[in-house]
């Protein structure tokens, strides 16, 4: 990942790197397209960083344990003391949120630091967070966002409309002092943002958005404070300045240890009547993992090995030394992302030849992933647009081998070659998919690598197939961006079609939540019917604590729903004691 991000940083000041590198995407798309592509890059280290850097996730039937909310009727916890956290990496961007690119462990650190204006329910609603309520207009073209009242950052400044206006308008791209290209994308549809009271802000957009709060409920999206927003590069991203109910106290970059304390004037009210959190202290800890918490090491860890949670976590748990937290049904889609920008699988035939040829599910057992659930689409269960049964190609073993050989036999090639990512279960994935794939006539060529070469295969659509995933979400419009077209950085197969388009306008252009699963379950069929990418799994993560340290999504939200529970997209550290 720090490879990458150096390969990254290269390109982006260097515009003639930037042009070797996106030589043959640039030559495809319009010419604005070149800058989105340095952004894009710094989203694939997120996804292959932070996912297929440990691209395992597994199985519940070993005795992991329901996540626990920790409603208000709860027993009330101790309060006091320090817990250390092991992540897989802290983020070489840092925390300045406009630019940053964070992984789902870099979240959780983030959703200490920092509170979003939104955040998602347990139904899959954006529930107002740092808003205190939101409407639109009748078109949705209008936004009405008002704040809550008396919250306060870490360095004692006031939360009010204009800082808020400062944030979106960083997202957006309209603040000059900060590159917040892979977010200038995701909200370009935003026209003005306008403070029309202290707390109150209105949001216009180009076009009718209904789930404009769904996409702003993520904890890369918290609201930074006018002096982090302000400061130089250096200064924004490695000095946070959140509203969370932690703030840094040491980074040690060496090291790799981030420690934040608690933040004494938190807005949000603990059930015993004081603030939120019940903790003093959380030290985050890179690169520790469970091993880790086995010797004693740390207390917490967030991971998403499936092989790990199938196996010795499966057993720590049976033996009582540890409680893993899993999730399943709002877990993040793994596939085998395909060029279609050259051969093979720029044949629809061919893609639908290597579908038919996976057994999906005993590709799953042989690497030992647990019982996840087989994806025939890329919405997870527990989302809009999820269907059990969308169309997509099952095994059919006589029907590719027919395909294959009508393919060459014609004059094409059955060769391409599969990356992934090296010294994961994405490796032994690839492996299997090789030996599936060629039983059918394909010619398969496994190529373990870097993240950085990944990365660079990636923005310049330099590769045929790769093992890939993208973030889940409850709500498909905060994950439209990997799907759409009309230079779309992170489309990385070049799968762009006009009814794809079609379908994510009408899903953000209603509030009704009927007419947009309608928009996203056609939308899903679609995908079936032209196989952009071949569906694997979808890939539960699990937070892995020692016993008695309360609960690792709680508590209610400040609305009263219960809170979403997707270990996938980090998790709050509110209600976590320490054991």
Same mark, same amino acid.
């Given at each position: 990942?720090?490879?990458?991000?150096?390969?990254?940083?290269?390109?982006?000041?260097?515009?003639?790197?930037?042009?070797?590198?996106?030589?043959?995407?640039?030559?495809?798309?319009?010419?604005?397209?070149?800058?989105?592509?340095?952004?894009?890059?710094?989203?694939?280290?997120?996804?292959?960083?932070?996912?297929?850097?440990?691209?395992?996730?597994?199985?519940?039937?070993?005795?992991?344990?329901?996540?626990?909310?920790?409603?208000?009727?709860?027993?009330?916890?101790?309060?006091?003391?320090?817990?250390?956290?092991?992540?897989?990496?802290?983020?070489?961007?840092?925390?300045?949120?406009?630019?940053?690119?964070?992984?789902?462990?870099?979240?959780?650190?983030?959703?200490?630091?920092?509170?979003?204006?939104?955040?998602?329910?347990?139904? @899959?609603?954006?529930?107002?967070?740092?808003?205190?309520?939101?409407?639109?207009?009748?078109?949705? #073209?209008?936004?009405?966002?008002?704040?809550?009242?008396?919250? #306060?950052?870490?360095?004692?400044?006031?939360?009010?409309?204009?800082?808020?206006?400062?944030?979106?308008?960083?997202?957006?791209?309209?603040?000059?002092?900060?590159?917040?290209?892979?977010?200038?994308?995701?909200?370009?549809?935003?026209?003005?943002?306008?403070?029309?009271?202290?707390?109150?802000?209105?949001?216009?957009?180009?076009?009718?958005?209904?789930?404009?709060?769904?996409?702003?409920?993520?904890?890369?999206?918290?609201?930074?404070?006018?002096?982090?927003?302000?400061?130089?590069?250096?200064?924004?991203?490695?000095?946070?300045?959140?509203?969370?109910?932690?703030?840094?106290?040491?980074?040690?970059?060496?090291?790799?240890?981030?420690?934040?304390?608690?933040?004494?004037?938190?807005?949000?009210?603990?059930?015993?009547?004081?603030?939120?959190?019940?903790?003093?202290?959380?030290?985050?800890?890179?690169?520790?993992?469970?091993?880790?918490?086995?010797?004693?090491?740390?207390?917490?860890?967030?991971?998403?090995?499936?092989?790990?949670?199938?196996?010795?976590?499966?057993?720590?748990?049976?033996? @009582?030394?540890?409680?893993?937290?899993?999730?399943?049904? #709002?877990?993040?889609?793994?596939?085998?992302?395909?060029?279609?920008?050259?051969?093979?699988?720029?044949?629809?035939?061919?893609?639908?030849?290597?579908?038919?040829?996976?057994?999906?599910?005993?590709?799953?057992?042989?690497?030992?992933?647990?019982?996840?659930?087989?994806?025939?689409?890329?919405?997870?269960?527990?989302?809009?647009?999820?269907?059990?049964?969308?169309?997509?190609?099952?095994?059919?073993?006589?029907?590719?081998?027919?395909?294959?050989?009508?393919?060459?036999?014609?004059?094409?090639?059955?060769?391409?070659?599969?990356?992934?990512?090296?010294?994961?279960?994405?490796?032994?994935?690839?492996?299997?998919?090789?030996?599936?794939?060629?039983?059918?006539?394909?010619?398969?060529?496994?190529?373990?690598?870097?993240?950085?070469?990944?990365?660079?295969?990636?923005?310049?659509?330099?590769?045929?197939?790769?093992?890939?995933?993208?973030?889940?979400?409850?709500?498909?419009?905060?994950?439209?961006?990997?799907?759409?077209?009309?230079?779309?950085?992170?489309?990385?197969?070049?799968?762009?079609?006009?009814?794809?388009?079609?379908?994510?306008?009408?899903?953000?252009? #209603?509030?009704?939540?009927?007419?947009?699963?309608?928009?996203?379950?056609?939308?899903?069929?679609?995908?079936?019917?032209?196989?952009?990418?071949?569906?694997?799994?979808?890939?539960?993560?699990?937070?892995?604590?020692?016993?008695?340290?309360?609960?690792?999504?709680?508590?209610?939200?400040?609305?009263?729903?219960?809170?979403?529970?997707?270990?996938?997209?980090?998790?709050?550290?509110?209600?976590?004691?320490?054991?």
């Amino acid at each position: 990942v720090n490879d990458a991000w150096d390969s990254i940083r290269t390109r982006v000041a260097d515009p003639v790197q930037q042009n070797v590198v996106m030589v043959d995407r640039a030559a495809r798309r319009s010419p604005v397209r070149g800058p989105y592509l340095a952004a894009a890059a710094v989203l694939v280290v997120a996804l292959i960083g932070g996912t297929i850097a440990l691209a395992n996730r597994g199985s519940d039937d070993a005795g992991t344990t329901e996540v626990d909310v920790g409603t208000d009727d709860a027993p009330a916890p101790a309060r006091g003391g320090t817990i250390r956290y092991g992540i897989p990496d802290l983020p070489v961007s840092g925390f300045c949120l406009p630019e940053a690119q964070l992984a789902t462990d870099d979240e959780i650190v983030a959703g200490a630091l920092y509170d979003p204006l939104f955040a998602f329910d347990a139904e @899959g609603s954006a529930s107002p967070y740092l808003a205190e309520s939101a409407s639109s207009n009748d078109d949705h #073209t209008m936004w009405t966002i008002t704040l809550r009242s008396g919250v #306060t950052f870490h360095d004692g400044s006031v939360l009010d409309a204009a800082v808020v206006k400062g944030n979106i308008d960083a997202w957006r791209g309209a603040d000059p002092n900060r590159m917040a290209v892979l977010q200038t994308f995701r909200f370009q549809a935003i026209e003005s943002v306008e403070v029309v009271g202290d707390l109150v802000v209105e949001v216009t957009t180009e076009e009718p958005w209904s789930s404009l709060p769904a996409v702003m409920a993520s904890p890369s999206l918290g609201i930074m404070a006018r002096a982090q927003l302000n400061g130089d590069q250096a200064a924004c991203a490695n000095e946070p300045i959140g509203t969370g109910p932690f703030a840094l106290e040491s980074w040690d970059h060496a090291g790799g240890t981030l420690r934040l304390v608690r933040n004494p004037d938190y807005w949000q009210l603990a059930p015993d009547g004081e603030a939120y959190p019940y903790l003093d202290a959380v030290e985050f800890v890179s690169g520790a993992g469970p091993a880790h918490l086995a010797d004693s090491q740390v207390d917490a860890v967030w991971t998403d090995s499936a092989t790990g949670i199938a196996g010795p976590l499966a057993q720590m748990e049976a033996s @009582g030394s540890v409680v893993v937290d899993v999730t399943y049904e #709002t877990a993040q889609p793994a596939f085998v992302l395909l060029n279609h920008s050259a051969g093979p699988f720029d044949d629809l035939s061919m893609r639908r030849a290597l579908a038919m040829s996976l057994d999906r599910a005993g590709l799953a057992a042989q690497v030992g992933l647990g019982d996840v659930v087989i994806a025939d689409g890329p919405f997870p269960p527990s989302g809009l647009g999820h269907l059990a049964d969308t169309g997509f190609p099952g095994t059919d073993l006589d029907a590719a081998r027919s395909i294959v050989a009508d393919h060459v036999g014609a004059g094409g090639s059955a060769a391409f070659d599969l990356y992934a990512a090296q010294g994961t279960d994405d490796e032994a994935v690839a492996l299997a998919i090789e030996a599936q794939a060629e039983a059918v006539g394909f010619e398969v060529t496994v190529i373990p690598a870097k993240t950085a070469v990944i990365v660079d295969n990636a923005i310049g659509a330099n590769f045929q197939a790769a093992i890939f995933r993208n973030p889940a979400s409850p709500d498909p419009d905060q994950t439209a961006i990997y799907w759409a077209g009309d230079v779309n950085p992170v489309n990385f197969s070049d799968f762009e079609h006009p009814t794809v388009d079609e379908l994510l306008a009408r899903g953000r252009s #209603t509030a009704d939540r009927s007419e947009r699963a309608e928009a996203y379950e056609s939308l899903n069929r679609f995908f079936a019917e032209q196989v952009p990418s071949i569906w694997l799994w979808f890939q539960p993560a699990a937070v892995v604590t020692r016993p008695g340290m309360g609960s690792v999504v709680g508590p209610e939200l400040p609305d009263g729903a219960l809170p979403a529970t997707d270990l996938g997209s980090g998790h709050r550290l509110l209600a976590m004691t320490a054991p």
